[in-house]
């Protein structure tokens, strides 16, 4: 109710706002597990996905969006409920784990689950090496991985930016990547296999430059 109610309000506006050019919808299966693997260019991105697709596409958000004070944290609780976002713990000892195992339980439920292979945001435009949960997700769970290319998103919230800006906007849906093929092949080999063919899609649907590194929060540190 919170999610059909959200989408009818927010889907009216963003459109006649933005205009976004939406390519590839009838890529997404209509139902069914399917992991929904994009670039990530802005905080924006997760509900351009969600709002550019057929159907509804949930994404991870730390919990604390959920047990905000007064007014303005029901506000926000009630906004993120209503996109669909699964609240995870983002500081315990097992975090990456917990989100992973959060995933899990939406592609299992039939579920339409959003990831970011490069773990956090490109903050120089450029598309880095992808990380492996969105293969491990996908062989586990055994759904196909659709590939997205977001383009212009970081325009329309630049990294430090307090309020969203007009900007033109792209979302590409690529063709399914099915999992089939990496049965019986060594789980290591076939995650990393499955994860590079994913970032070749996304490349070439968002024409960025490739980075042959893993992407790094600010500070150094890479995300779990």
Do not use: C
């Not at 926000?76 to 784990?97: D, E, I, L, T, Y």
């Not at 296999?193 to 790094?216: C, F």
């Amino acid at each position: 109710m919170f999610y059909s109610l959200g989408r009818n309000l927010l889907y009216p506006l963003s459109h006649a706002l933005y205009r976004p050019t939406i390519e590839g919808k009838e890529n997404i299966p209509r139902e069914g597990g399917v992991i929904v693997a994009s670039n990530h260019l802005s905080f924006i991105d997760s509900f351009a996905i969600p709002l550019a697709s057929p159907r509804q596409v949930r994404f991870l958000a730390k919990e604390e969006y959920w047990h905000g004070p007064g007014l303005g944290g029901l506000l926000r609780k009630g906004f993120f409920s209503a996109v669909g976002m699964v609240p995870v713990n983002r500081h315990s000892a097992s975090a990456a784990q917990e989100s992973l195992d959060a995933a899990l339980e939406v592609l299992r439920a039939g579920d339409a689950f959003g990831i970011y292979p490069e773990g956090t945001r490109s903050r120089d435009g450029r598309l880095y090496r992808g990380r492996t949960g969105v293969a491990w997700l996908a062989l586990t769970a055994q759904v196909p991985i659709v590939p997205v290319g977001l383009i212009g998103t970081e325009d329309i919230q630049p990294v430090g930016a307090r309020f969203p800006r007009l900007a033109k906007v792209t979302v590409r849906f690529g063709k399914p990547i099915r999992v089939e093929e990496y049965a019986g092949m060594p789980a290591g080999k076939a995650r990393r296999q499955l994860t590079d063919r994913v970032m070749d899609a996304i490349a070439e649907l968002s024409g960025q430059e490739r980075v042959d590194a893993y992407n790094e929060v600010p500070g150094g540190a890479p995300p779990a």
